[in-house]
């Protein structure tokens, strides 16, 4: 296998721990550390507001926007990067919307994250007018592409289960209809190569707090392609997104870049975490990275199908269908998830029934992977999830 102890280095991993969920939260990059406390003391402490000029707090936006799209296949001056996630699809989503005045679909599918159904629903509701969010089965997305459609909602992949959308295909397919795109990459940014500005993405979101390691809360980023920037009107807007923010002028003036869709102060500590976070990507290669992706989850599902037969697939078989998670579906998954990770091996659920696992080769190697095998056997062979009395579920499974 690629070998990945340089950016491993990069982590702090706690002792005894296998950390199989990375594709939920990114453990802890050293750097971000550092960086924390410097902002904390040298910048915040000892400039005061002046550290929004003297340590470039006002740019942070900017900043690692270039370091985020660098990572999705994207030009310099395209991304942007603040706010939440579900926030920047209802921003995004009702630009679009502006763009197809006369249509009144969005099309999106029964794998999206729910977050960026409710968003959508919020919006159309508000919008009125005989519009709607239609729903349909992921594999029927492509069929229900007619010119009706105004804007395809999709997450290229499903949280759940792991399975992967063609963003090249699916674009093509919703552009040749007449109809926008918005993809949300919150599970595939950092996980798999992407090519948002040669596949004709029209815009993109995403989070930083998965792959990207940009630790819990960590702000969204936002795409757009520059040749349509000029036209979007977002129906949310801030005062950051102006021409002229400090010209404090009544009505709102559109910056002229992907700045237009900045809304309000920058979350610096989040942002300074998230910028020294992504000084691990430098230096690698996404393929080199999708290809380690594969070969330890390949790995792990070979494992446990081999030792867990209580377990069944719920993931894609083909590699090249998934993203950088597999799921495995059991009827007691939640009680055995715990199990498992009160043995060292973190791993998390998804209801009703998925027991979920992420594979991030920046700090995973053979040998963890092997470990949680061996551990989940053991686990599930033994019948530990049934020990003790029914576990109540917490409110983050």
Known sequence: MSDFSTTRRQFHLPAG?????????????????ERARAVLDEQWGELLIGAWNGAGWMDLPRRVGERIARLIGAPPGTVSVGDTLTV???????AALALRPERRVVLSDSGNFPSDLYAAQGLIERLGGGRELRVVAPEAVAEALDDEIAVLLLTQVDYRSGRLHDMR??????????????????????????????????????????????????????????????????????WLGHAEPFA??????????????????????????LEAALEVWEGVDMARLRARSIE??????AGVEASCP?????????????????????????AAMQALIARGVIGDFRAPDLMRFGFTPLYLDAADIDRAVAVLAEVLNAGEYRDGAPLAQGVVT
């Open 310 to 334: 209580q377990l069944a697939l719920a993931s894609p078989r083909d590699p090249a269908a998934r993203g950088s998670q597999v799921s495995f579906a059991f009827a007691e998954g939640y």
């Open 248 to 273: 404090f002028e009544r009505n709102w003036r559109p910056a002229a870049g992907v700045e237009r869709l900045r809304i309000g102060t920058p979350p610096v500590l989040q942002l300074a975490v």
């Open 88 to 94: 920047k699809v209802y921003q995004a989503l009702s």
């Open 169 to 238: 295909a699916l674009t093509e397919r919703a552009h040749a209809a007449g109809a926008l795109v918005i993809w949300d990459l919150a599970h595939s940014a950092g996980a798999l190569p992407l090519a948002v500005a040669d596949c004709g993405v029209d815009l993109a979101v995403g989070c930083s707090y998965k792959y990207l390691n940009g630790g819990p809360g960590a702000p969204a980023f936002i795409y757009a392609d520059a040749a349509l920037t000029g036209q979007l009107r977002p129906d949310l807007r801030g």
């Open 17 to 33: 721990i296998t950390y199989l969920d990375g594709n939920s939260l990114g453990p802890l990059p050293l750097a971000a550390r």
């Open 296 to 301: 330890l989850s390949q790995r792990f599902i």
